[in-house]
């Protein structure tokens, strides 16, 4: 606590005041934390002072609170682009010094009040933790500082800034007070962290290791990303650490429904547990689908759900430690995965859409999600699967276009030979007239030459013969493989 309020001093984060005669002056308090490393072992005992923030009033103690925040789709793309350009990553943790325009008043630290001015507040020059405005001025001070540093700001990712000097380069990825960069030259991050310290009150943390939450293991080969420590502490939370361990986490005969005639279950702990599984699925897309139908039934569980949710968690208990692995020998290219069932929700009979995105070998971006209308035929499904992966498709190409990674038509694989037509052709028949005008965007980009529509059993017989052909020679094709 000493050394929190000697942090302040030395930032200048407030003045000791007289309260004005119309001072409404904000509450605070301290908050203790035990912060642990990926193997569990507490690294540090902070206690950090907040300010009560909901005591405050829009238009009074604050204006705008947004501030751009990294997207965990937007950082494993970091870890792809980074791996295929062999750039190591560090993380930095900042301590918010962000500029507060506001007036802004709060009360003595509990504990530390003042025996001779008991009534005096403090003035706050700079944010403290809980104010409303906080990330926004944080963003604001550092942005501003990057830009007079050289960086560049993403076109797409505002919270992505980019340097280059001669023929090297440094990325610096925001995640509210937390720093990621990398770069091709040791002399440059150096001097990148050196400049940090001077202008921050920043703790460097050095290499990334662990950040959200998640386990980073960078070596030669690769870098490997999982959540093997964050997974058994869940396992602890919910009491499934002596749960017996299964294969699977769904059995492929399961159905689910609202089956309102079973009894319900404790709402509270069913949404802690799903809540808990949907971060899970950062790194895990093996449980995304089964955790995603789960959540669909948090308003009213029922115990055929709960059920559900037990045997995730005994799969996780069979699999702490997969995650995903980014090679530093993939290449340099770009597609995308799409599919959807038919009618596949019970209730509503509306179709699930999944998809994948991946940067070379590395599996960057997925998603499995239930369409917002009823889709008439088996086609309009899979056509807007394949428009929700081009979307991410796009955005992705737009994100690595600021690495300097340059992409033609990006190869689109879906396994529905009419869903391709419908955006081959755009002709207007009995089928395609009622889908929403949004989902022909797929047809728009197709024919400026973006994405590359490809069934995917013609890439599965390219790749067959490829195999074919390196194993026995030209004439396997022609006589077949045994002959």
Not at 60 to 86: H, M, Q
């Amino acid at each position: 606590m000493h050394e929190e309020l000697e942090n302040f001093e030395r930032n200048h984060v407030w003045d000791f005041v007289e309260p004005s005669p119309n001072c409404c002056p904000i509450g605070t308090n301290w908050v203790f934390k035990n912060k642990q490393g990926e193997n569990g072992m507490v690294v540090m005992n902070k206690a950090r002072l907040v300010a009560q923030g909901f005591y405050q009033k829009e238009g009074i103690d604050y204006e705008e609170t947004f501030a751009p925040t990294a997207r965990l789709k937007a950082i494993r793309v970091l870890f792809g682009s980074s791996e295929c350009n062999s750039k190591r990553l560090h993380v930095k943790s900042a301590f918010l010094n962000g500029f507060i325009e506001e007036e802004v008043y709060v009360r003595q630290p509990p504990g530390f009040e003042s025996a001779r001015f008991p009534n005096r507040v403090y003035k706050l020059k700079k944010a403290l933790y809980g104010l409303k405005q906080a990330p926004r001025a944080w963003y604001a001070r550092l942005k501003s500082f990057l830009l007079k540093y050289g960086f560049v700001m993403c076109s797409v990712d505002k919270t992505l800034f980019l340097l280059s000097h001669g023929g090297d380069t440094l990325i610096v990825q925001i995640y509210v007070d937390n720093i990621i960069f990398g770069g091709s030259s040791h002399a440059l991050v150096s001097s990148f962290a050196e400049q940090m310290s001077r202008e921050f009150e920043m703790s460097l943390m050095g290499e990334l290791q662990f950040f959200l939450g998640l386990q980073i293991k960078q070596g030669i080969e690769g870098t490997f990303v999982h959540q093997a420590k964050y997974t058994r502490d869940i396992l602890k939370k919910f009491n499934k650490g002596n749960s017996k361990p299964i294969t699977t986490p769904m059995s492929t005969n399961t159905v689910l429904d609202a089956d309102e005639d079973v009894e319900t279950v404790d709402q509270k702990e069913f949404r802690g547990m799903i809540g808990s599984l949907l971060y899970l699925t950062a790194t895990r897309p093996d449980i995304q689908f089964v955790v995603c139908l789960c959540a669909c039934y948090q308003a009213s569980p029922r115990t055929s759900h709960r059920q559900a949710v037990k045997r995730i968690f005994r799969y996780l208990k069979f699999t702490p430690e997969l995650g995903l692995w980014y090679s530093s020998s993939s290449s340099l290219s770009l597609r995308g995965f799409s599919d959807a069932d038919h009618a596949g929700c019970r209730i509503d009979l509306k179709s699930t859409s999944g998809t994948c995105q991946l940067l070379g070998t590395s599996l960057v971006s997925w998603s499995s999600r239930k369409q917002a209308s009823v889709a008439l035929f088996t086609t309009e499904a899979e056509y807007v699967a394949a428009a929700s992966c081009c979307s991410q498709l796009l955005w992705m190409k737009a994100t690595l276009s600021d690495f300097g990674l340059r992409f033609g038509k990006i190869p689109l694989l879906v396994d529905s030979t009419c869903a391709i037509s419908v955006a081959k052709n755009p002709v207007l028949h009995s089928r395609t007239k009622h889908i929403d005008v949004r989902f022909h965007f797929l047809r728009d980009h197709y024919e400026k030459g973006d994405i590359d529509l490809v069934h995917v059993g013609d890439v599965l017989t390219i790749h067959s013969l490829r195999g074919r052909l390196r194993a026995n020679g030209p004439a396997s094709l022609l006589f077949g493989c045994d002959e």
